[in-house]
């Protein structure tokens, strides 16, 4: 089991795209008009880039058919038992040990827990990986809503002329976006959150390779999910603060501010130092991500390493 602890912040860049919209199509808000993104828009893509990747991914939709004399054939998104089934090869979940085995070898439900509750088997798992919600930094960010031609009539009954006829033309839609948003989610590890399962015998624990492909697929993932919403989201930034066990750190967004310049670079600057520097003996290491070409960094850290977030070069 991996002993140190992990910190850090994810920065997601949105350019006339919508990383995160809430029911009515705009862009996620909170009451004061804060535009924020949730963690499972975040968790999202980098399931899906596992699931890519062969991986075995539990929490995730996946479709199967169904078939009855009134409706016929439809298709439909699996229960969480018929996806246990598919990914397992059985349904049985009386044997709560082997279920927990199987759980914890799903690479989502090693990062992010589970809830599991099914007829005879009722299991939550605090995940090692707790991502925040992603606040927006960008002071100017505004909602682009545009206007889409359907290549098709709708022909349904609202689409009715005054005169009672069939609409003639194409119907249209909406499509939603944010001109610019630049949202920064924090995030922390505790492997010691799976020291009981370890004592159960059903995993090895939150181990130094998990974090590895966790760092891999977190720095990238927004970057390669690419559908027509997510189209102009990428990753921006990465901060990762390791630290021996005994270490507990605060919220590591709060010291980061964006700064959007039209003529030259972006600015992140990540203010944190002084508060590193109070736990300068049990802090490990300290590595930020970016893209150069794109994003000034200022930092009042020391002895941070700087990488190229696409190309991993150190910079």
């Known amino acids: 089991m991996m002993k140190q602890r992990v910190y850090g912040v994810m920065g997601i860049s949105s350019i006339m795209a919508n990383w995160n919209a809430d029911f009515s199509g705009y862009p996620k808000?909170?009451?004061?008009?804060?535009?924020f993104g949730s963690d499972k828009a975040f968790k999202y893509p980098m399931k899906k880039m596992w699931d890519e990747n062969g991986e075995k991914v539990l929490y995730i939709k996946s479709m199967t058919t169904v078939s009855d004399k009134k409706n016929g054939v439809n298709v439909v998104p699996r229960t969480l038992l018929q996806r246990y089934g598919q990914l397992f090869n059985s349904e049985d979940v009386t044997d709560a040990k082997k279920v927990l085995t199987n759980l914890f070898s799903a690479i989502d439900v090693k990062n992010f827990g589970a809830t599991f509750a099914e007829k005879g088997?009722?299991?939550?798992?605090?995940?090692?990986?707790q991502f925040g919600q992603g606040?927006?930094?960008?002071?100017d960010s505004a909602p682009q809503e545009q206007q889409i031609l359907s290549p098709f009539r709708d022909a349904t009954a609202s689409q009715k002329t005054k005169d009672g006829e069939e609409a003639k033309n194409s119907s249209l839609g909406t499509k939603i976006v944010s001109d610019e948003a630049h949202y920064f989610y924090p995030f922390s590890i505790n492997p010691n959150a799976y020291k009981e399962y370890v004592e159960l015998d059903v995993t090895q624990g939150y181990t130094q390779e998990d974090y590895q492909k966790f760092k891999e697929t977190v720095l990238c993932a927004a970057?390669?999910?690419?559908?027509?919403?997510k189209a102009g989201c990428e990753?921006?930034?990465g901060l990762f603060v390791e630290t021996q066990e005994e270490v507990y750190l605060p919220n590591l967004a709060t010291y980061i501010q964006f700064e959007h310049n039209n003529d030259e670079k972006n600015v992140i600057r990540v203010?944190?130092?002084?508060?590193?520097?109070?736990?300068?003996t049990k802090i490990n290491a300290v590595e930020i991500y970016y893209n150069p070409f794109t994003t000034k960094l200022e930092t009042d850290i020391s002895n941070v390493k700087m990488y190229h977030i696409f190309t991993r070069k150190e910079l």
């Open 121 to 129: 088997c009722n299991i939550a798992i605090t995940g090692a990986v």
């Open 235 to 237: 990753n921006e930034f």
């Open 29 to 35: 808000t909170t009451s004061k008009g804060e535009t």
């Open 271 to 280: 203010q944190c130092g002084d508060l590193l520097q109070e736990f300068a």
């Open 135 to 139: 606040f927006n930094k960008y002071a």
């Open 223 to 229: 970057t390669s999910f690419a559908t027509n919403a």
